[in-house]
């Protein structure tokens, strides 16, 4: 693809954004770079790209970028971004192709981390039917050897009740059904 620019035409590889294209249906060539995508999302503080520039990556055809910061891994899944779109791209999708890709590629994110909170926060919502924070940064704290992480913000949590000791689990067979005709969708 030729970008016309004031001083001169560039060629860039649209490949990718094609590939994206043909996986979600999500044309990231209509972002105009407004950022309010970025300006909502919960999770922008520990990424290391926010997503706003995560479309301006694919639109350049710069894949590596794209692929192996943390952004992928941090998102979570909420739709914010996809909501306050106004141009009406599904962005939470774009950023579920991207790490699909990237699973199927076998690329290592640089934080391996991140790449763990993504796990067990998928495997927590498939078992549980949704988050179950304190589990949640127990598995964490243990897996990545600081068991006593954070306590004294959980425990301050509890007290005020931002985050509850007993999970509530509705229907936990039902997210289970969900993951599974997934799976069976993408073979
Ligand atoms: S909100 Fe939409 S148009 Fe604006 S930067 Fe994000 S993806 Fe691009
Ligand atoms: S879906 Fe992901 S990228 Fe979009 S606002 Fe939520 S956490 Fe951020």
Request: with cysteine; glycine share 4%; net charge positive.
């Given at each position: 693809?030729?970008?016309?620019?004031?001083?001169?035409?560039?060629?860039?590889?649209?490949s990718f954004a094609e590939e994206i294209l043909e996986r979600s249906g999500e044309n990231v060539f209509l972002c105009y770079q407004c950022r309010k995508c970025a300006a909502g999302c919960p999770s922008r503080m520990f990424m290391d790209k926010t997503v706003a520039e995560l479309m301006r990556y694919v639109q350049l055809g710069m894949v590596d970028e794209a692929m192996k910061g943390n952004t992928v891994w941090c998102c979570l899944s909420c739709q914010t971004c996809s909501a306050?779109?106004?141009?009406?791209?599904?962005?939470?999708?774009?950023?579920?192709?991207?790490?699909?890709?990237?699973?199927?590629k076998g690329i290592k994110a640089d934080t391996k981390h991140t790449?763990?909170?993504?796990?067990?926060?998928?495997?927590?919502?498939?078992?549980?039917?949704?988050?179950?924070?304190?589990?949640?940064?127990?598995?964490?704290?243990?897996?990545?050897g600081r068991p006593f992480n954070d306590m004294k913000l959980g425990i301050r949590m509890m007290r005020k009740g931002k985050i509850k000791l007993v999970p509530t689990?509705?229907?936990?067979?039902?997210?289970?059904?969900?993951?599974?005709?997934?799976?069976?969708?993408r073979k």
């Open positions: 693809m030729k970008v016309i620019t004031a001083k001169r035409d560039i060629e860039i590889d649209s306050r779109c106004p141009r009406g791209i599904d962005i939470a999708h774009v950023v579920d192709t991207i790490r699909i890709i990237v699973q199927e790449r763990l909170l993504n796990l067990v926060w998928m495997q927590m919502l498939r078992y549980m039917g949704r988050m179950y924070e304190i589990g949640m940064i127990g598995i964490l704290n243990v897996l990545t689990i509705k229907k936990p067979f039902e997210t289970m059904k969900m993951f599974s005709r997934a799976k069976r969708l």
